[in-house]
């Protein structure tokens, strides 16, 4: 179970959109769409963003999305705000019963 | 009101054994897979273990497997960790989280406010 791979950090201004991935393998992402995503801000628990690749949670803003393309997965954030600065994590459906987390991506709003 | 509360967690010496425990209310326990989530001092989070709401399909991180093993009691709306041959490695925030389907899909959408284990 090798974790996915996610850029250590990506930035943007206010009002620009910025992109995550994560790189796993035709197992892991590639091979099922039970992919989600994850914000976590300091000291608190994590809370789920996307679900199986494409689908927001209730209560998740629209500028929130999430696509996959081959072994990849990706997480766009539109008209970013302050308080969208946080830790964002994957994770992934990997044969058979268990998952995995990706590195995890801290994006910063300049 | 819908929450999930740890307990169980604390100092303990390498190779010592602990038992987490995480009570679920305000939802249908047994209708959800649950897991195990851990968080080491600064590091990312890492998926322990997790069950499907029957307690039929099991899975173990690499990293624990042999030395962890889930559990759950639906009649006590409760998710169990047994922990043995503890590592220094194994020190993290241990949190509870439910899933959004009845077996493992990584879609958490409660997640409790973990307690902590210090090797």
């Known amino acids: 179970q090798s974790a996915l791979t996610q850029p250590r950090s990506v930035s943007g201004s206010p009002g620009q959109s910025v992109t995550i991935s994560c790189t796993g393998t035709?197992?892991?992402?590639?091979?099922?769409?039970?992919v989600s995503w994850y914000q976590q801000h300091p000291g608190k628990a994590p809370k789920l963003m996307i679900y199986?690749?494409?689908k927001r949670p209730s209560g998740v803003p629209d500028r929130f999305s999430g696509s996959k393309s081959g072994n990849t997965a990706s997480l766009t954030v539109s008209g970013l705000l302050p308080d969208d600065e946080a830790d964002y994590y994957c994770?992934?459906?990997?044969?058979?019963?268990?998952?995995?987390f990706g590195g995890g991506t801290k994006l910063t709003v300049l | 009101e819908v929450q999930l509360v740890e307990s169980g967690g604390g100092l303990v010496q390498p190779g010592r054994s602990l038992r987490l425990s995480c009570t679920a209310s305000?939802?249908?326990?047994?209708?959800?897979?649950m897991h195990w989530v851990r968080q080491g001092p600064g590091k990312g989070l890492e998926w322990v273990s997790g069950?499907?709401?029957?307690?039929?399909?099991?899975g173990h991180a690499d990293s624990v497997r042999g030395r962890f093993t889930i559990s759950r009691d639906n009649a006590k709306n409760s998710l169990y960790l047994q922990m043995n041959s503890l590592r220094p490695d194994d020190t993290a925030l241990y949190f509870c989280?439910?899933?959004?389907?009845?077996?493992?899909?990584?879609?958490?959408?409660?997640w409790g406010r973990g307690t902590l284990v210090t090797v």
């Open positions: 069950l499907s709401w029957n307690s039929v399909n099991i």
């Open positions: 035709s197992s892991a992402v590639g091979g099922y769409n039970y």
């Open positions: 305000g939802f249908i326990f047994d209708d959800f897979a």
């Open positions: 994770i992934s459906f990997v044969p058979i019963n268990n998952l995995v």
């Open positions: 199986e690749v494409t």
């Open positions: 989280a439910k899933d959004s389907g009845d077996h493992s899909t990584g879609a958490f959408d409660l």
